[in-house]
């Protein structure tokens, strides 16, 4: 089974940090992107891991519905 997320990756002066949208909190650094990449894929794995009920709201297909909330500036 595969989750697809979306990782977002900002170019910095020693490399690369990158986190992912849909899991606040998730983030990696390394000096090269494919290593922060793999952080990224590590640190979901133990998120996931360690969340069973996030794990199972995931999973649920379409049960599930996401689209985009836009506030307007007050």
Do not use: C, H, W, Y
Not at 28 to 45: D, M, W
């Amino acid at each position: 089974m595969t989750i697809e997320l979306t990782a977002i990756f900002m170019k910095v002066p020693d490399g690369f940090i990158g986190f992912i949208a849909d899991l606040p909190g998730v983030q990696s650094r390394g000096s090269t992107l494919e290593e922060t990449r793999s952080g990224l894929e590590k640190a979901v794995r133990l998120i996931l891991e360690a969340n069973p009920a996030l794990v199972e709201e995931r999973l649920k297909g379409p049960d599930i519905r996401r689209e985009p909330l836009r506030i307007p500036d007050a």
